[in-house]
């Protein structure tokens, strides 16, 4: 599937793919620009992944656009930068791979290619990426069958989702985010079974992370529904226990 560029996403993919090269570096949009752009919902985030450095990268995108360096955020510990173009959001990071320990959702990170990054990504549906130049310019690369997902609506992990969520339980609440962000959008069963085996896992998450996906989920299409998958799920009794508490009263 070949994707419709816009005349401005196009002035933007050139120029990082310029700047890309002049580094010797392969660069791919992946993520929810790809997931949406399918779905023909507007969207103003581009995630990049690159074969080299992220932040290196940004930094000569950033010079391309002819902006000071302070518009320019480096994000050290995660190997991240972003850079605001006009009313864009562009985020720059380098393929990796990722290793978890039992105690954190803080990753070991090490280099990696398309592939390796495409599988650390929390839903099929999220793994969607497309390339900036070559033969097969903006045609979708999707190794999960994310298409077919998008198709049918259905949230699932690429990988195993216990394993998934015992890796970075955040992404239990990012599936329910999405339940509640996307029309007609349902987790896939054996997901949302693990979401409930594993819903302890959250508390190792910082709260600042957790409010951050409960605010997408209150502004929401649903969010009903999001806050009643919370409950079955057994999610809502960790982040506020509170509100367990109060039910004997």
Same mark, same amino acid.
């Given at each position: 599937m070949k994707l419709h560029i816009e005349p401005l996403?196009?002035?933007?993919f050139d120029l990082v793919d310029r700047a890309a090269k002049k580094l010797g570096q392969d660069v791919f949009v992946i993520g929810g620009f790809v997931r949406d752009r399918v779905l023909e919902i507007p969207c103003k985030d581009i995630d990049f992944v690159t074969s080299g450095d992220g932040p290196a990268l940004a930094e000569a995108v950033n010079a391309e656009l002819g902006n000071p360096p302070n518009n320019l955020s480096i994000f050290k510990t995660f190997g991240t930068a972003m850079i605001r173009y006009e009313d864009w959001e562009l985020e720059f990071v380098g393929a990796r791979k990722e290793s978890y320990s039992q105690d954190s959702r803080k990753p070991s990170v090490s280099q990696g290619s398309l592939e390796d990054d495409q599988l650390r990504r929390d839903f /099929? &549906?999220? =793994? $969607? =990426?497309? =390339?900036?130049?070559?033969?097969?310019?903006? %045609?979708?690369i999707d190794p999960f069958d #994310?298409? /077919?997902d998008l198709q049918s609506k259905r949230i699932v992990t690429p990988l195993d989702p216990e @394993? /998934? !969520?015992?890796?970075?339980? $955040? @992404? *239990?609440? @990012?599936a329910i985010r999405f339940a509640s962000q996307l029309t007609g959008f349902r987790i896939d069963p054996v997901t949302l079974a693990a979401i409930r085996s594993m819903c302890d896992r959250i508390s190792i998450v910082s709260m600042e992370r957790i409010t951050y996906e409960l605010n997408k989920i209150i502004c929401s299409k649903i969010p009903s529904q999001g806050f009643l998958l $919370? %409950?079955? @799920? #057994? $999610?809502?009794? &960790? &982040? !506020?226990?509170?509100?367990? =508490? *109060?039910?004997?009263?």
């Amino acid at each position: 599937m070949k994707l419709h560029i816009e005349p401005l996403e196009k002035k933007i993919f050139d120029l990082v793919d310029r700047a890309a090269k002049k580094l010797g570096q392969d660069v791919f949009v992946i993520g929810g620009f790809v997931r949406d752009r399918v779905l023909e919902i507007p969207c103003k985030d581009i995630d990049f992944v690159t074969s080299g450095d992220g932040p290196a990268l940004a930094e000569a995108v950033n010079a391309e656009l002819g902006n000071p360096p302070n518009n320019l955020s480096i994000f050290k510990t995660f190997g991240t930068a972003m850079i605001r173009y006009e009313d864009w959001e562009l985020e720059f990071v380098g393929a990796r791979k990722e290793s978890y320990s039992q105690d954190s959702r803080k990753p070991s990170v090490s280099q990696g290619s398309l592939e390796d990054d495409q599988l650390r990504r929390d839903f /099929t &549906i999220n =793994a $969607l =990426a497309f =390339a900036l130049s070559g033969e097969h310019v903006y %045609e979708v690369i999707d190794p999960f069958d #994310g298409l /077919t997902d998008l198709q049918s609506k259905r949230i699932v992990t690429p990988l195993d989702p216990e @394993r /998934t !969520f015992s890796d970075d339980p $955040l @992404r *239990m609440l @990012r599936a329910i985010r999405f339940a509640s962000q996307l029309t007609g959008f349902r987790i896939d069963p054996v997901t949302l079974a693990a979401i409930r085996s594993m819903c302890d896992r959250i508390s190792i998450v910082s709260m600042e992370r957790i409010t951050y996906e409960l605010n997408k989920i209150i502004c929401s299409k649903i969010p009903s529904q999001g806050f009643l998958l $919370l %409950e079955q @799920r #057994g $999610l809502l009794k &960790i &982040i !506020f226990p509170e509100l367990e =508490a *109060m039910k004997g009263v």
